[in-house]
Each structure stands twice: as structure tokens, then as C-alpha cells.
């Protein structure tokens, strides 16, 4: 014998009945078979949902029932033809019954217990007959009303089942039945008096489990729309998938914190028995699903992850518990008479505290119910009055291995750390087959899929951007993240998604990810936004590994960056002003990134793509001490000055430089040497030193009236007008057979930046195009100093150390 249980969504329509019979058909072939059917669809919250219009009108409440009729005899229409006009009968005659009963409910102005009962009853009583009297169509079956076999006390919506009374009455049934498939309503039962009472909410599972315990059946097949148990909800968690076998345990603790593919009760009456349980999916009947029995085959340590959402917190605090019996008796008493379900319990080990998680709509009468209770010790002061927090979600880590797996608490909380998901309260039973935490509501889906990427993901590790700026630079890294795309996936097993992206203009946002092909389509499509508003929706997003990519030269942008880190959002940046203003934000940039465990990387501050700042990093956390750097940083100054000549304009040069891309859109910035100064700033802060940009010597090669300028036409003008004086700069080093560089320099804590003539014997000397080249002098290098040299500037290069940055922080 094999008991079949088929939900609400298998047997919605007439087209799913056809998939059902076709299970059922297939399933009884080898084995009698009893099912156990839901209500079509939604018919019992549509039922519920006219009891409760009956009160205030029974018009509206006829409606409701007109439309469940519809659906009904739609499925008879469609599914019976040999005794269409017996079926028509029965179930014309219960709607008649239920519609007596909506207007008795609309004269009595009165819905008791026992009434909605009666009314749910409706939708089990009358989809078993249809079901029943279609699969007579083709099968050789019979149907049996649950409501004859199963015995329960007299609580008419939630009932307990009198198991002695009922496994007699089933056995007895079955005895006796000849019929290969007998087709039994879900959720409805009677108790002594053979008045109709119901198992709860989900109580079909629950019947399907009772039959099968029972009949000490040989499988007990759930059949629902989803392909068995998963690691995770599949609506919340994408990279979730089928559990193949676990066991009642697990299954069990799955249920309680929210896996919805079975109603918690069910698995106790199978487990007694040691009868297996097999979810399967109406719609694809080939999956393998998920089989749940008493020894599965070993998987993973950890087998599911679950949550909870809309609980509160009720804590019962203060120094007058300690030492004294009796509190925690009289809380959960307190809660038990008032039939409020505890979900989550800890309590700390020094008595001064109890804290319990319950339903967030039992949240205000849980409050006043204990401040009675306690009322006495509260205006004392020997407690405090109860506290109660809402829009919680309790988060569970559930396998019946997880005592074997070394350090997993550990990783549970550092992943969730990590990701600024904070934890109010953890509990863990001795057993170890489950650590569940209490969350913001709001972090609920962020921390399933940041701690189903700890356990079942290690192999790709999913990173979210949000980039901001997508001019040269920016485009160039859109570019580089959609042309290394599969190859990330493939050998770093890593999953990059662009989430956000804006403009100084316009935000767009995707939380499945932009596609990168038509980036500039979604942009041009998006919202007004403005720094605030970006930040705001990257907030909201909530997604683990979330990383800010800064690709401007803007001020406003790097002023945003503490309130990224202060979320556990990395930043990835090639806009140097943040590194390069005041030593004290600096710090705090340092600290907040360190206090938030955000990255805070900006590698291309300093030599575009160039390892530098990675490389002082490495010598300065290794113990080396920086002596001296000799520097040539700026990409745009050598390429100016190595093709700027006596047969050339410094004018035209400079505008070479930035048609390029190897200036700052303000190339003033670069050819005052302040970028320079800037860059050799951050190289002194990273090699440990204390310095402001003031503190640096700036020996500037322009005339002052180009300083002046306040945009660049008139810079540019101001160039054509002191050409004699760029010539003579030139012609001074010509005639000594030198060469223009622009050098910065770090030496006993001090700094400098300018233009040096360059003899043939120095590094420097050789140095083309727009290559950078930095010399450190170190206790460990102090006569041949470590030397980078390459490329330093142009929009590729440094969109590729932006990309090398992002997977630093992927690599951590």
C-alpha cells in the first residue's frame, strides 16, 4: 500500500486533476494506492473569506460561493461523463447545504468555531467526490469520506486525533476495501459526537500521514509544485536546489521554520512508524524529489537552510530573576493559557534574562498578559516591564551532521558579520541538528542567500556591484566585466553582477543583474538620481557582497564613502581625493572599513593598473620600512613631456594627452602637479607617515596666469599664450642631454613633487609614453630599490585595476 497526498495547486484545475489521475494510474499498477486530495486551489480561503462576508453581507457572500461553484462544476464538465447527473446531484445538494449555512451565519449575526469548521469542511468534501468519481472513469476506485475515519476531540479547528479510535476505524476500512484506489478528502475529521472538525491549516499532509501510519504503508508520497525539499526557499534563494534524502529529523526541524512543502505534524505519525515520505512534483513527475526517512545517505553536514518572518522578540529582564525559580514557569504558563505559540527560546546563563520569539501578531496581548502576570515584581523593580521588538525573522541552520562539522557556528556568524546582517538572539539545542538566529526582517533574504553560499555555493562566489561614473573608465570596465564573464565563472568560480549603475544623471537598477550588453539603454531608461538616492537604493537592495565601484574624479562621490562602509558595503575606487584629503578622514576611512569589515580598496589612486599600493602594502605588513620612494606617477606629464619638443606646441601636446584619455577631465589637475602630489601623499600615508597635502613641496612648472583659469578653454588659451615659456623649459634641459620628468619624491618623511632634468644614467631616463615608474628604498632594499614600471595611465589600464581590486575583494 502507498498513501498519495495531492495539494491545493495539484488539483487546481481540470488540467491538473488529468496530471493527477495519470500519477495515480501509473503509481497503482503495483500497489493499492489511497489519496488524499486538498481543496481545489484556493477554495478554502475562498470558503473562509464568505463565512466571514456573511456576517456583514450575504450578497457579496453568495458572490464568493457562485464563483467556487463555478470552478467546480467546471472540473465535472470537463472530467465525468458516465455519471455526470449522480455527481451534478451530490454536489449541487452541498452547495445548497453551504449556502444554508452563510445565511444562517447572516440571520445569527454569529461564526463560531464549530461553524467554520462545518464551512472549510466544504472544500475537502466536495474535491474528493469530484476526483474520486473521475478516477472511476478510468480506474478502479471508490471514494470513503475522511470525516467516517477519522476520530477527534471537540476542538472544531485545530483538533487533536484520537489515534486509537481512528488506526481501528482505518484498519477496519481497508480490510474490507477491494477498490485498487481510494480517493479520501485532506484537513476534515469528526470527533465523538461525529460533528465535523478540522486538523488546521495545512492538515491534508497530516491526514495523508495518519493513513499511512495506519496502514504501515510503504511510502507515503507528498505531491505538491515544487520538486521535493530544498536547501533553501527557491523563491528567495535562486541557487537552491532539491534535497535528494534527509531524514525525520531534519525534516521536522525544516518544517517548524518555514519550509512550506510540509505542514509540520506530518512527519510525527510516519516517523513512529519509520515509514518513508517522498516529495514529489505534480508537474514534473520524473524528478527524483526528496526522500525523508529514518537513515538517509550522508550529503552535506548542513541540509537545509529556513527561516520565519513577522516574529517578535519578548525579553523578561532583571537582576530579580537571578537565583529565584519560578520565572520562566510562570512566562510560558502565561503563554500557554493564552494559546500563544513559542517559536525561539535562550536565555542567558546568569538567569538575568529569558527571551522567546513568538508570532508578531501576538506580540501586543503576549505584553499585557505578562506585565500582569509579573506585575508585582515590575513595580518593585526587581524586573523590568516586558520589552517586546518586532519585524524580526528567525533564520535556521538545520543537518543532522552539523555536530561533526567543526567551527560551522563560526562561519555561520562571520559570513552574516561580513554583510552587516546584525543578530539579536541565538539559540541551539544540545542535539546539534540546528542554529537559528533572530534577524532584522529586512535582512531575511540577504542572509539565506549569503549563508546558502557559505554552505552549498563554496565553488562560486557571488559578488553584487554598484557602479557609479561610466565615462572612459567606467565604460571600459562594463566592457572588461561582460568580456571576462564566463572566464570568472569557469576558473575563479565567480559570479559578477552589476546591479546598480549611474550616472551623474540617471540611476538603473536590476536586482537580477543588468545585462551588460544594453547597459546604456537601461541607463538612458532609468530614474533621476542624485548621490543620496543612489545610496538609498543600494541600501535597499540588501544583497550580500555588495561593492561601491567609484569610477569619477568627483569630490561630492568620495564624500559618500564612510556611509558605504558603515553598511558593510565594500569600495572600490579610482578617484583619489577620499585617500588624498585630510590625514584625519584618511583614518576614519581606514578605521570604518576595518570596524564594518568592508574593503576599502583603491589600487588605481596610484599608477592606473600598476601593482604599487598592493606591493607597499605587502612590504610594510611583512615588517619592511619604507627609506625613500623616487616616483615618476603621473602618465599624462610623461607623455607630454616625451613628445613635447622644439617642433611641437605644448598646447597641442597636452590636448593629445587628453584625447587620449590619460588626463583628468580637468587637465590642470595633472599639469600642476597636484594629482602628482596627491598620489605620492597616499604612498607616504600607506607607508606609515603622517602627512597633509599642504605638507608637500609643489614646485610648479606653469605660469601662474594658468593656474589661474577656472575652465579649460581658457587653459587652453593660456597655454598658446606662454609657449615661449613651456620652449625654454625644453630647450634649458636639451641643451644639457636631459630629459623633462615630473618626479615625485618621499625622503625622511618629507615629500616633494616638481620637474627634474633626467640624465641618461637614471631609471628614469628611458621611461616612454605614458609609463609610470616607482623606486622604493626600504630597509630590505636599500642600495637596488624594488622597482614597478608600466603603464600608468589611459582608461584601460585603470579599468583593469579596478576590475583587479573587485576581485581582491572576492578573493578575501
Partial sequence: MKVLKFGGSSVANSENIKKVLDIVAKTSKDSKVAVVVSA??????????????SLKDITAAKEILKTIRELHFQVIEDLIYKNKTEVVAEISSLFTRLNSIYEGIFLLQELSDKTLAKVCSFGERLSSYIIANAAKEILNATHKESRALISTNNEYLNAQVNFKITNKKIISFFEENMYQVTLLGGF????????????????????????????????????????GMYTANPSVVKQAYPISEISYEEAMELSHFGAKVLYPPTIQPALRKEIAIRIKNTFEP??????????????????????????SLITLEGGGMVGVPGFSKRLFETLSVAKINVTFITQASSEHSICVGIFENDAAKAKNLLDETFSIEIDKKKIKPIIIESDLAIIA????????????????FSALGRNNVNVRA????????????????????????????????????????????????GERFLSQLQQQKEFLKENLKLN?????????????????????????????????????????????????????????????????????????????TCNKIACASSFDNYKTLKQVSRKYNASFLFETNVGAGLPIIDTLKNLINSGDRVQKIQAVLSGSLNFVFNNFNADSTFHDVVAAA?????????????????????????????????????DISNNAFLPEDSLKTSNNDDFYSSLTKNEGHFQNIFKEANDKDCRLKYVAEFIDGKANVGLQHITSD????????????????????????????GAGAGADVTASGIFADVIRIANK
Fill in 40 to 53: 481545489f486551489g484556493k477554495s478554502t480561503n475562498n470558503l473562509i473569506a464568505g463565512a466571514n462576508e
Fill in 188 to 227: 476534515i475529521s469528526s470527533n465523538i459526537d461525529g460533528e465535523t472538525t478540522t486538523l488546521g491549516r495545512g492538515g491534508s499532509d497530516f491526514t495523508a500521514a495518519i493513513y499511512a501510519a495506519a496502514l504501515e504503508a510503504e511510502e507515503l508520497q507528498i505531491w505538491t509544485d515544487v520538486s
Fill in 286 to 311: 520524473e524528478s527524483v524529489g526528496t526522500l525523508i526517512c529514518k537513515d538517509p545517505k550522508n550529503g552535506n553536514d548542513v541540509k537545509g537552510i529556513s527561516h520565519i518572518e513577522n516574529v
Fill in 397 to 412: 541552520v538545520v543537518g543532522e551532521s552539523m555536530k561533526n562539522y567543526q567551527g560551522l557556528s563560526g562561519q555561520m
Fill in 426 to 473: 541565538i539559540a541551539q539545542g544540545s542535539s546539534e541538528k540546528n542554529i537559528s538566529a533572530v534577524i532584522n526582517k529586512h535582512d531575511a533574504k540577504k542572509a539565506l542567500n549569503i549563508l546558502h553560499e557559505q554552505f552549498f555555493e563554496e565553488e562560486t562566489k557571488q559578488l553584487n556591484l554598484f557602479v557609479t561614473g561610466v565615462g572612459n573608465v
Fill in 496 to 572: 559578477i553582477r552589476v546591479i546598480g549603475i549611474a550616472n551623474s544623471r540617471k540611476m538603473a537598477f536590476d536586482n537580477k543583474g543588468i545585462n551588460l550588453d544594453n547597459w546604456k539603454e537601461a541607463l538612458e531608461n532609468g530614474e533621476p538620481t542624485t548621490l543620496e538616492s543612489f545610496h538609498k537604493k543600494v541600501k535597499e537592495s540588501n544583497h550580500r557582497n555588495s561593492v561601491f565601484v567609484d569610477n569619477t574624479a568627483n569630490q561630492q562621490v568620495s564624500e559618500v564613502y564612510e556611509s558605504y562602509l558603515s553598511d558593510s558595503i565594500s569600495v572600490v
Fill in 658 to 694: 587628453q584625447k587620449e584619455g590619460y588626463t583628468e577631465p580637468d587637465p590642470k589637475i595633472d599639469l600642476s602637479g597636484v594629482d602628482v602630489a596627491r598620489k605620492i601623499l597616499i604612498l607616504a600615508r600607506e607607508s606609515g607617515y603622517k602627512l597633509e597635502l599642504e
Fill in 762 to 789: 637614471h631609471p628614469f631616463y628611458n621611461l616612454e609614453g605614458s609609463d609610470n615608474i616607482v623606486l622604493f628604498f626600504t630597509d630590505r632594499y636599500p642600495e637596488n630599490p624594488l622597482i614597478i614600471k
